[in-house]
């Protein structure tokens, strides 16, 4: 029986692509020693995923670690360039987004399941709970040098994208659930063909979302890692670009199709919902390969359950504001604002964790961090205080082009008046303020208590993300019918 550092060595040498023989190589990997932490977002330092290492290897890996260990510099406008590009990216991900969502709502399966719009905003927050913690995960990951061994960088991501695949599905099945306790049960109706169709749908829509946003976010980090750009400030923004459009896309292709065969063959959406949650053993077994994933196979279910609920009242929030024909317009806004608000928010969020884990231990913060929380501190009293100002300078210079894109398309069902863009960046603005607020404290408050802020703080700010901004989108629309800003003519 090869030893474990061996069967690496010959899994690698022997296997002219990784890719095709990863399985090989987690069958040769077993577990370690089991002693690993949350605080540790990859693996300590000079350990690998077995018991054993050649010494060679130890000492190059503990070379290379010295050599990533400073924090990287970067100046604010360095830093506002950076996160600029796949802010923007980002951006305009969403606003098609917006325009897919404004156009499927016509759709059959939406006018007569409604339901499936809560569903919208638990699927794409989606991003937040997974890819985004992955993103994050990852770039600290970079930044103090876990990934400098090739055979440490591929275990970390097949070990990462396989429990993302487990949360993804059970994920996508409880949203199911929430939409129907949510939609059905206080109107006191309840079809079970819809509640299975719901079922596929987000079933489905999570487990191939989720697996193609997490090849684009490693070839993003593994990119960002080779060209010396600071996945923090890139990883986040990228990994929602087209998520939002991704998820949405999927969602209506998938509830279309079951819809239009809920007559003639209904036990094709048990059939769709049946295969893809057999799938979940696999991926049990790969992610408890490697000691990162399976901490976080067992513990790290708390933030993104949570999360998913939180946004789900996000979208009964969006379910009855669309039911009101007088507030149609807000559909094509809801991936915008919430999208946007919680790309920045992750970005922050994902800086603050990377700063903790290179200059504070597990359960100490920085002097600065101690105390009671005050907003202030956010943005001129902590290391981070700059880019929370980058960020907030960038919400209404973004928020009008996106705007104004969508305008131009002809997209939506409310004309750009003056009263509207006060009302709506002032709403936007607002949403950030408090998410950037509440991501100083958490994350910190995280680290605090020993909880890794990689795994736990970026779906709880996401999922409040997409709460704050549909609750705020949803008065600001009531707000403006109310002192008379009615129009309703575009886009129809």
């Not at 069958?27 to 002693?35: I, K, R």
């Not at 939002?244 to 292709?253: Q, Y």
């Amino acid at each position: 029986m090869l030893s474990q550092s061996s069967s690496w060595q010959y899994v690698f040498s022997h296997s002219p692509s990784f890719p095709n023989t990863w399985m090989l190589a987690f069958l040769f990997l077993s577990p370690g020693n089991g002693h690993y932490v949350e605080t540790e977002p990859m693996l300590p330092d000079g350990r690998l995923s077995g018991e054993e290492a050649d010494e060679e290897e130890e000492s190059e890996e503990e070379g290379q670690q010295q050599a990533t260990r400073n924090m990287p510099k970067e100046s604010p406008l360095a830093m506002a360039l950076q996160i600029l590009v796949p802010f923007l990216l980002a951006g305009f991900g969403t606003v098609s987004a917006g325009v897919v969502l404004d156009i499927v709502q016509h759709w059959e399966a939406f006018k007569n399941i409604t339901e499936i719009f809560i569903l919208v905003p638990a699927l794409l927050g989606l991003k937040g709970n997974l890819e985004m913690t992955l993103a994050s995960r990852l770039s600290t990951a970079v930044n103090v040098g876990k990934m400098d061994s090739p055979i440490e960088k591929w275990n970390l991501i097949i070990g990462n994208l396989a429990l993302k695949q487990v949360q993804a599905t059970v994920i996508g099945f409880l949203a199911a659930v929430a939409a129907v306790v949510l939609g059905w049960i206080p109107e006191g109706k309840f079809q079970i063909s819809h509640a299975v169709l719901l079922c596929s749908s987000s079933v489905a829509t999570a487990f191939i979302a989720s697996l193609l946003q997490g090849f684009i976010m490693v070839g993003v980090i593994v990119g960002s890692k080779k060209t010396g750009i600071n996945p923090d400030n890139v990883a986040t923004p990228i990994a929602a670009s087209f998520g939002d459009l991704i998820t949405l896309a999927i969602l209506a292709w998938i509830s279309q199709g079951l819809y239009n065969c809920l007559d003639s063959q209904p036990y094709v959406s048990s059939l769709v919902c049946a295969f893809f949650m057999c799938l979940t053993p696999l991926w049990m077994v790969i992610s408890s390969k490697h000691p990162a994933s399976r901490q976080l196979l067992y513990s790290g279910w708390e933030p993104v359950i949570t999360a998913m609920f939180i946004s789900s009242i996000g979208g009964l929030i969006l379910d009855k504001t669309v039911s009101d024909p007088n507030l149609a317009g807000i559909v094509v806004y809801t991936p915008v604002i919430n999208g946007i608000g919680g790309n920045l928010v992750a970005i922050q969020s994902s800086r603050i964790s990377t700063y903790l884990h290179f200059h504070s231990t597990p359960g100490e913060v920085p002097d600065e961090a101690k105390g009671c929380y005050y907003p202030c501190r956010t943005f001129s009293g902590t290391a981070n205080h700059r880019s929370a100002q980058v960020l907030l300078l960038l919400v209404i210079p973004g928020h009008l082009i996106f705007l104004y894109t969508i305008d131009l398309m002809e997209r939506g069902h409310t004309s750009l008046t003056p009263v509207f863009m006060v009302v709506y960046l002032a709403a936007a603005l607002f949403q950030v303020f408090l998410l950037l607020c509440i991501a100083d404290w958490m994350v910190h408050s995280m680290w605090k208590s020993g909880k890794d802020p990689d795994s736990f703080s970026i779906p709880y700010l996401t999922a409040l993300g997409d709460l704050l901004g549909t609750a705020l989108l949803a008065l600001s629309f009531h707000f403006l019918w109310v002192i008379g800003d009615q129009d309703s003519d575009v886009g129809d």
